[in-house]
């Protein structure tokens, strides 16, 4: 018989069945990052800001909200996954937390990655590249929860770190790769583990996609500039098809985590 860990948390559901915990826990991590940027202990990460960094061409007639409309406008796909994946009124559950946890995680950054695209300011590519990272944290823990059961001091320390692995960024040009790259890589790893021990073939497969999915992400993102060159990746680029890799590794991360989740509260 499987461990039931999926016992009742004990809190109050705010409207649409969303538990404050997760509020508190996504909106309250978002305003200490803000805070943090906003300090200017991070303005020495090094940046790509400006429209020659992508290969989408700007139009002039749009504002600046849409200056590249293809590349701002795919971040509602990570708003409307977000939403899709909520969990419905009334579910209440630690499972049904790290469901609403990662789901409001893709709500908050669709839209900050469209203020990083509208300003071309600093900061804004700064909480970009950050928020990044406790996202695929957040992969690690439900994966650990799925293992260990609930041990909410080592979440929070598993997201602290890497909130902080950050800091990487400041020591060189290209730390924020390297705590993206270790993030990957552990999210791998530990997705792999927990498919050995409870996955099935459904659940190999949507790994096998959302790791390939993983893999156009970087690399289209990677050769933005250099894709360019062939039509069909001039108006819809190289970035703009590595936001479509990332909304869909978000949803092949929802599908096999919310479906090993199940088959531990089912009997064997």
Not at 19 to 46: K, N, P
Not at 67 to 87: F, H, K, Q, R, S
Not at 174 to 198: M, N, P, S, T, Y
Not at 234 to 258: E, M, N, P
Request: glycine share 6%; with cysteine; net charge positive.
């Amino acid at each position: 018989m499987p461990k039931k860990w999926d016992q009742p948390l004990e809190i109050q559901p705010l409207h649409l069945g969303i538990q404050r915990e997760s509020v508190l826990q996504v909106f309250g991590s978002l305003v200490l990052c803000v805070a943090v940027v906003a300090s200017g202990i991070l303005d020495g990460v090094h940046t790509e800001t400006g429209f020659e960094h992508y290969a989408e061409p700007t139009v002039s007639q749009l504002p600046a909200i849409l200056a590249m409309p293809a590349n701002c406008l795919v971040n509602v796909a990570y708003v409307l996954l977000g939403w899709y994946w909520l969990p419905s009124g009334g579910k209440k559950g630690r499972t049904y937390y790290f469901q609403e946890v990662f789901a409001l995680m893709a709500i908050v950054y669709g839209p900050v990655q469209w203020v990083r695209l509208w300003t071309q300011h600093h900061w804004a590519a700064v909480l970009d590249q950050w928020l990044t990272l406790p996202i695929f944290a957040w992969v690690m823990v439900w994966c650990h929860y799925l293992e260990h059961g609930w041990k909410p001091i080592t979440f929070l320390a598993m997201e602290m770190t890497s909130l902080m692995s950050y800091a990487l960024a400041l020591l060189h040009p290209q730390g924020f790769e390297l705590a993206l790259g270790g993030h990957i890589f552990i999210v791998v790893w530990r997705a792999w583990k927990v498919q050995r021990h409870f996955g099935n073939d459904i659940s190999f497969r949507i790994l096998a996609l959302g790791m390939l999915s993983c893999l156009g992400f970087v690399c289209l993102k990677l050769w933005d500039l250099e894709l360019a060159q062939w039509a069909f990746f001039r108006r819809l680029t190289g970035h703009f098809w590595s936001k479509i890799c990332d909304v869909l590794q978000f949803h092949c991360a929802f599908l096999f985590l919310t479906q090993l989740s199940r088959r531990q509260l089912r009997p064997l």
